[in-house]
């Protein structure tokens, strides 16, 4: 629908939330979207969180030129020393893999 590649939003998730198993109690959001220290954003399904994830890595990031994991990481998570980028790179290559 937005053109992403079919691996980032899942490797976002596995890299935020180890696939959702740890994540803000009521919130389905499994990709660190919006927490932050002024609240925590929070869902009413994972379906509108990968929707609502989705619009907003493409208008927010690939449409602004943030197009790898490390392009994306300087504004997702600009604190990160690589190693955020490092383990979305890790996952899509596991995807495409297929382990």
């Known amino acids: 629908k937005y053109g992403l590649d079919y691996r980032l939003v899942t490797a ?3 890299q935020e939330s180890n696939l959702c198993n740890i994540f803000p109690a009521g919130t389905f959001n499994c990709w660190g979207w919006g927490i932050h220290s002024q609240g925590t954003l929070g869902f009413s399904s994972y379906s509108e969180a990968i929707e609502e994830v989705s619009k907003g890595i493409k208008e927010g990031y ?5 197009i790898t ?3 994306i990481m300087s504004k997702y998570t600009p604190l990160s020393e690589g190693s955020w980028a490092n383990g979305v790179n890790l996952f899509m290559t596991q995807i495409e893999e297929g382990l």
């Open 12 to 14: 976002i998730a596995q």
């Open 62 to 66: 690939i449409n602004e030129g943030l």
């Open 69 to 71: 994991p490390e392009e």
